[in-house]
């Protein structure tokens, strides 16, 4: 992936974060309604985090490698 590429991936993975971040706060504080869904929706923020620090390691790799 060029360094163009690791950066809109990035963007939209930070925006994807953003709501998955907000998605579990919402839930923390209806709680205890739903808690049901706590394993769903943290295992969804872990997903896209985990997936947005690869993409932050990459698009470094990618800038040090072009510098």
């Given at each position: 992936?060029?360094?163009?590429?690791?950066?809109a991936?990035?963007?939209?993975?930070?925006?994807?974060?953003?709501?998955?971040?907000?998605?579990?706060?919402?839930?923390?504080?209806?709680?205890?309604?739903?808690?049901?869904?706590?394993?769903?929706?943290?295992?969804?923020?872990?997903?896209?985090?985990?997936?947005?620090?690869?993409?932050?390691?990459?698009?470094?790799?990618?800038?040090?490698?072009?510098?």
């Amino acid at each position: 992936m060029s360094v163009e590429e690791l950066e809109a991936k990035v963007k939209k993975l930070s925006m994807r974060s953003t709501t998955a971040k907000m998605n579990l706060h919402d839930l923390s504080e209806e709680l205890p309604t739903d808690w049901e869904k706590i394993p769903e929706v943290a295992a969804q923020t872990f997903e896209v985090f985990s997936e947005l620090a690869a993409a932050r390691k990459a698009l470094k790799d990618a800038r040090k490698a072009t510098a």
